[in-house]
C-alpha cells in the first residue's frame, strides 16, 4: 500500500528528540546561509519497546489505520525526529497489503530546512519484544568533505573510509555519517542511524 501523504505537521505534544537532521552543520554555509549546530541522535530504547504516545503524528495515524500496531511508538519516534525544524516535510509511507503489522514498514521523506532540502528514509520492523528501525539522511553541502566533517560533525570520531574516497564518521555502535565527494567541492553527507 503506497500513500503520499503531503506536508504534515507535527503536534507540540510529541516528543521533540533534536533540530532537523538535515541542519548539522555549524560554523560554515550551504547555498551562503549560515547552518543550524548539528543535531544529536535519535534515542534509543534497550529491552523495552517505544511506548506509543497519547497523540501520534500523521505518519503514525496513517501506519495505524494501515493495519500496523507493533512499531507505532518507533514510527511516530524517528519521523518526528527528522522532521522536527523542518519548514515543510512530506512523506511516502509504503507498508505491506498482506499483514502489516508482521512486515516491514518503509517510509520516504523529503525534507526542507531554510537552508537545505534532504530526502530521508526510514524502515521498521515487528522484533519479538517491540520494533527495530533504521534510518538514512541524505543531504547535500556545498563544502568539502573535510569541512563538513571537522565543523558538522565535529562530534563524531573519523574511522576511515571505505575504499578509497567515502569518510567514515562514528557516533557509537548505532550511527555512522558517510561522507562523499560531489563535484569539484561539494560534499554528499549520509547519516545513517539503527534504532532498537
Known sequence: MNNL??????????LVMGIM??????DFTANNKEILPAATTA???????????AQLNAL?????????????GRINQVSSFLTTGAEQSGASL?????TPNEHTTSIAFEIKS??????????????????????????????SCKDVATKGYAQLKF??????????????????VYLMP???????????????
Do not use: M
Request: charged share 15%; aromatic share 6%; net charge positive.
Open 114 to 143: 531554510p537552508q537545505v532540502l534532504s530526502y530521508a528514509s526510514a524502515d521498521f520492523a515487528p522484533l519479538a519484544v517491540g520494533c527495530g528501525g533504521t534510518y538514512e539522511a541524505v543531504t547535500h553541502w556545498q563544502n
Open 159 to 176: 574511522v576511515g573510509v571505505i575504499q578509497k574516497s567515502i569518510l567514515v564518521l562514528e557516533g557509537g555502535p548505532q550511527l555512522r
Open 94 to 98: 509504503t507498508i505491506s497489503p498482506q
Open 5 to 14: 501523504l503531503p506536508r504534515f505537521s507535527l503536534t507540540a505534544s510529541i
Open 182 to 196: 560531489a563535484g569539484k567541492d561539494g560534499c554528499v553527507a549520509i547519516k545513517k542511524e539503527v534504532v532498537y
Open 60 to 72: 503514525a495515524q496513517a501506519a495505524q489505520k494501515a493495519g500496523v500496531t507493533d512499531c507505532l
Open 43 to 53: 534515542p534509543t530504547t534497550a529491552k523495552k519497546p517505544v511506548e506509543v504516545p
Open 21 to 26: 537532521v538535515s541542519s548539522c552543520a555549524k
